[in-house]
């Protein structure tokens, strides 16, 4: 008895989730995302060009993940190798203060 | 041969004579291996996205020479040991050349495709406006 009154506790708390995630994709519409350097045909990411790497850097200098960021993968591996080697030379900051 | 890419970063507060001494030094091991110097570009005092040996700023200078990969190594061996030197970076640049040479070409073939297939292209956006109306009349 008391596993069957257990169920329908978990039970009952589901279907409150399950209206929330409802609402929200109700209320949200949620834009596909594109890779940037596939929309803009970029094909060099140079370490050297800061403007278009900070771009890819959050406010932390953080690398923005691709989650985020749209980027799809296999640009995001070249970013991430650029941004690394920018960081290197003080191009771009390892932690940026905010 | 293979076509790298040398990025450093020279105390800021040396004369010019101090930062030519340093491009010299390269453009020496360089031509003294058989390889050939293709490009110096001196991108000057620049403000460090964070502190170096206490110092703020940094002199940049970008060298782009041709050379065996065993030059490569005396050419860090000797900025690692020079003082004036604050950071350097050595990058291979010659397939990333290559590929981006071929990737320019790619669409320089697609681009000169593209006059032929824009008409069929230019008949569909016409057509496109009649039928978002369609799924909207479902909803």
């Given at each position: 008895m008391a596993e069957a009154k257990g169920r329908p506790i978990s039970a009952s708390q589901k279907p409150t989730g399950g209206d929330k995630a409802v609402v929200s994709r109700k209320q949200y519409f949620r834009r596909k995302k594109v890779c940037r350097f596939c929309v803009e045909r970029i094909d060099d990411i140079d370490y050297k060009n800061t403007a278009l790497l900070t771009a890819f850097i959050s406010e932390r200098g953080k690398i923005i993940p691709r989650r985020i960021s749209g980027v799809c993968s296999p640009h995001q591996r070249r970013l991430t190798t650029a941004i690394k080697r920018a960081r290197h030379v003080a191009l771009l900051p390892f932690v940026a203060e905010v | 041969m293979r076509i790298y890419e040398e990025l450093f970063i020279v105390d800021p507060g040396l004369p010019e004579e101090e930062i030519d001494a340093v491009v010299g030094l390269i453009e020496d091991v360089v031509k003294e291996a058989g390889g050939a110097i293709e490009k110096v570009e001196k991108w000057g005092r620049r403000k460090l996205a964070y502190r170096i040996q206490k110092k703020e700023e940094g002199y940049y200078v970008l060298v782009q020479f041709s050379a065996a990969g065993s030059t490569v190594k005396e050419i860090e061996r000797r900025l690692r040991v020079d003082?004036?030197?604050?950071r350097y970076l050595t990058v291979r640049i010659d397939e990333k050349l290559k590929w981006l040479e071929k990737r320019r070409k790619q669409r320089e073939k697609r681009m000169a495709k593209r006059p032929q297939a824009a008409q069929p292209a230019a008949a569909q956006p016409a057509a496109a406006p009649g039928a978002p109306a369609r799924p909207e009349g479902g909803n």
């Open positions: - | 003082e004036r030197v604050m």
